[in-house]
């Protein structure tokens, strides 16, 4: 058996059914046919083990938990051995000293090949006094590894976008790494946390293609964030057939109605959370009864006031919402669709068709 099967901590086999079933789950998350998991395998299993300097800011270290905790299969195992981690304050031993002395090494000794994972936001405001680490600000650090890095791959809505920390008021200027870094490719895995096979799939796209992923205008892959999570809900038919949850606790809410009313941001964000599902369970927000938040957007789910996003949206509708059909026929910003059928499907369309943002090279051109 290759020690690409081989787990990393613990020392247990990952086996090659769950090898295979790996591979296959990545090839069906980046929309490649199913031809293509021999060649994602023998990507796996080649010699080739990108170094990764993982780095954290601010944040709840919540992304690096999800990545570990995957059991079914076990991602966490398969991925530490896919590239070669050669820093990570949660993981590594060395601790102090030690631990810059290697971060330093691995930086001098890798430059321009190693890729550069960064969890968490990082403060600008008073110079960026709010997050050091050894001494350094992590904008001074984030600027200096990832600068000399071959590309940064920004994991969670805290590197993605600032995160919660960015917030109105913001005390502490927290950014997203995309809008510090300019002169090197920043792919966003953003999500609260992020799905784990979200990052593994990119980062076995990068080694299997020797190229990053096509993004989106927010630098977001599109096998992974280029669909609305409205468009698979498991709720949707009840949308269209507007039966609507009203608040939580009641009849539609214990009956699995549409949680649009309850202030679901699922018509407004792209992710793929209703078809790859977290450790291959049907547990997501949407699927236990909460309404998605919108993690996985810069603009909707942490920026919109917490009083607000769980307000019915006839009441406060968050900016952006598509048009729907009201009771009274009217069309207005996070109304209430009432309509059945053939029609419902339709209004299902149009309020996509409303939200869909453009492609990047479409904002570019």
Not at 5 to 16: A, D, F, I, Y
Not at 139 to 167: H, M, P, T, W, Y
Request: with cysteine; hydrophobic share 35%; net charge positive.
């Amino acid at each position: 058996m290759s020690r690409w099967l081989k787990s990393g901590p613990v020392g247990e086999e990952l086996s090659r059914r769950d090898f295979l079933k790996i591979c296959t789950i990545v090839t069906a998350t980046l929309g490649l046919p199913y031809t293509m998991v021999g060649k994602i395998e023998a990507a796996v299993k080649s010699k080739q083990r990108p170094p990764v300097i993982w780095l954290h800011f601010q944040e709840c270290t919540g992304c690096t938990e999800t990545l570990l905790r995957v059991s079914k299969p076990d991602v966490g195992k398969l991925i530490l051995e896919l590239i070669s981690l050669d820093y990570h304050e949660t993981l590594m031993a060395a601790a102090g000293h030690q631990a810059e002395e290697v971060l330093t090494q691995m930086v001098s000794k890798n430059e321009g090949k190693y890729i550069c994972v960064v969890e968490g936001s990082v403060p600008l405001k008073e110079g960026g006094i709010y997050c050091k680490i050894g001494g350094k600000k992590a904008v001074d650090i984030l600027k200096e590894v990832g600068g000399r890095s071959k590309a940064i791959v920004a994991v969670g809505n805290c590197a993605s976008f600032g995160g919660v920390q960015s917030v109105d008021p913001n005390p502490t200027g927290a950014t997203g790494v995309y809008k510090i870094i300019k002169d090197k490719p920043v792919i966003n895995i953003p999500g609260c946390p992020p799905n784990a096979y979200n990052i593994l799939s990119t980062l076995m796209y990068v080694l299997t293609f020797s190229k990053i992923p096509k993004l989106d205008k927010y630098n977001r892959p599109k096998f992974a964030y280029g669909r609305l999570i409205h468009s698979h809900c498991p709720r949707r038919a009840h949308f269209d057939s507007g039966r609507f949850a009203e608040k939580f606790g009641d009849e539609g809410h214990r009956q699995g109605w549409c949680l649009y009313k309850l202030g679901c941001k699922g018509p407004v964000t792209y992710a793929n959370c209703p078809t790859t599902n977290f450790n291959e369970e049907d547990v997501w927000p949407i699927s236990i009864g909460h309404p998605c938040v919108g993690c996985t957007e810069p603009k909707v789910g942490f920026h919109i006031p917490v009083m607000e996003r769980v307000q019915p949206l006839e009441i406060t509708p968050p900016a952006g919402y598509p048009p729907i059909k009201t009771k009274e026929g009217k069309v207005s910003a996070g109304g209430i669709a009432l309509a059945s059928g053939a029609v419902g499907a339709a209004l299902g369309a149009a309020a996509m068709a409303a939200s869909k943002l453009p492609d990047k090279e479409d904002e570019e051109s």
